[in-house]
């Protein structure tokens, strides 16, 4: 199949499923789309399986997608610009040490704690992992994914405070994710790694990636002041998203750090001082449909994923493990972080449940342990990730509403 015919397959399985979502289940986009592709998936799987089809040109449909190379060096730009513009700079200058401690810290020592509860109970379902495995586990599986979380915290009207904060943290932490991924995987097959290099590492990627971002989008600010005509202006936000992501790997900083900083000063200085009234209607429709349409696009295509797992008794054994190993990690991460700011009052009743259940683990997690390459634990790893995915998505995405209302009422 050619690139248009694979997009054309992709987007029309897409509005599909949309479409019944729409018409019959009325279930936040993000969790119906995988749902309904997971079922799909398993259909297939099982027809296949009893010969009634070929499974091969769907194996090899999701081979030609490379959903970690199309999400991480593609649509993650996109999707990490699109959700920036929205976030106020004063928003985040109220919650900015709650947001950095969630976001950095919480990432870096739900990392550490993952690593270290699936090094210990990994051995006693017959896969033990060596220690650098179980922290690039770790890395993968950090990340928190807002796409489905704000829909929901919306609709049961959580505090403002925890918004920002659930919303703030998701934000960045994909960025930071990102970061202590590559630099994992970078320790991990060097075999040599030292304080000096991580930290060299982890320095270049996440100030490297912040600095570029914070000057392209100060540059493009500029030339969006100089104008006012909103399809040039348009088209400069996408330059900015595009040329910038590309170039910034090219730099080897972080790209997914630079396209969250460049959407902060678009959507703060350039949208206040760049732009006119019809040029900000339109950029918040644009970039809202793009957002919309790309993560229908990455939920279907995480669901589809499912049709390439090997599954075993001892994988789905490692796969449910995996499960109360990351939900254990992340309160450990929360906790600590609300204890440390406790005194300064700044978390609403419930925030460390509400923000543990709210962990929800998305698209880039399972793009990141697909681009593991020859590793020879990937296809465990990339089963692990699977399974906490699916069971935070469908099962804490469907009951964090009925959650987060017990505190807010």
């Not at 985040?92 to 040490?97: A, F, G, I, P, T």
């Not at 489905?148 to 009207?157: D, E, T």
């Not at 202006?233 to 595009?242: K, Q």
């Not at 590309?246 to 790209?255: I, N, T």
């Given at each position: ?6 997009l ?7 509005a599909a499923?949309g479409y019944v979502?729409?018409?019959w ?8 789309l995988?749902a309904l ?13 009893l ?17 970690d ?9 996109a999707l990490l610009f699109?959700g920036a513009?929205?976030v106020?700079?004063s928003d ?6 709650s947001v950095?401690?969630?976001?950095l810290?919480?990432?870096l020592?739900?990392t ?5 509860l699936?090094?210990?109970?990994l ?20 990340p928190?994914?807002?796409i ?10 959580v505090?403002r405070?925890?918004e ?9 932490n994909?960025g930071?994710g ?12 060097s075999?040599?790694?030292s304080?000096r ?14 600095l570029?971002?914070?000057v ?16 040039t ?10 040329g910038?992501y ?10 997914p ?6 959407g ?5 200085q ?9 040029t ?11 957002d ?28 449910t ?13 929360v906790?600590l ?6 005194h ?25 342990a ?13 089963t ?6 699916g069971?935070?998505?469908?099962v804490?995405?469907l ?11």
């Open positions: 199949m050619s690139a248009f015919e694979i054309a397959v992709v987007i029309s399985l897409t499923l979502n729409h018409r289940l009325h279930q936040p986009a993000s969790i119906a995988m592709s997971l079922c799909l998936s398993a259909g297939l799987l099982t027809a296949a399986k010969g009634w089809m070929d499974a091969a040109p769907l194996q090899a449909l999701l081979d030609r997608i490379e959903l190379q199309t999400l991480l060096h593609g649509m993650l730009g699109a513009l929205h106020r700079l985040l200058k109220e919650e900015w040490l950095g401690l969630l976001a810290v919480g990432t020592l739900s550490v704690c993952v690593a270290g699936a090094y210990l109970v051995p006693y379902v017959g896969l033990p992992l060596s220690a650098g495995e179980c922290l690039l586990f770790g890395a993968i599986i950090s928190t994914d807002p489905a979380v704000m829909a929901i915290l919306k609709q049961a009207r505090p405070r925890l920002i904060q659930i919303g703030g943290e998701s934000l960045f994909d930071v990102v970061v202590v991924f590559t630099t994992v995987l970078g320790v991990v097959e075999g040599k790694p304080v290099s991580v930290l060299g590492l982890f320095s270049r990627e996440a100030v490297g990636g912040a570029f971002g914070l392209a989008g100060y540059c493009v600010f500029r030339l969006l002041r100089s104008i006012d005509h909103y399809q202006e348009l088209l400069l936000t996408l330059a900015l998203v595009l910038g590309a170039l910034a790997e090219r730099l080897h900083v972080s790209a750090i630079a396209a969250v900083v460049a902060l000063v678009t959507g703060n350039g949208r206040e001082q760049g732009m006119s009234d019809v900000r209607d339109h950029l918040d429709k644009f970039w809202g449909l793009v919309e349409v790309l993560n229908a696009v990455l939920f279907v295509l995480v669901g589809l994923e499912f049709m390439r797992l090997t599954l075993t008794r001892t994988t789905v054994t490692a796969g493990c995996a499960i109360p190993i990351v939900l254990l990690a992340r309160w450990l991460s906790a972080a609300v204890r440390a700011l406790a300064r009052g700044s978390w609403a009743r419930g925030s460390i449940r509400l923000l543990t259940w709210a962990g929800l683990r998305g698209g880039i997690s399972v793009a990141l697909l681009s593991l390459g020859n590793l020879p634990s990937k296809g465990l790893l990339v692990m990730t699977y399974f906490v995915v069971f935070s998505i469908l804490q995405g009951t964090l509403e009925r959650l987060a209302r017990r505190f807010t009422a």
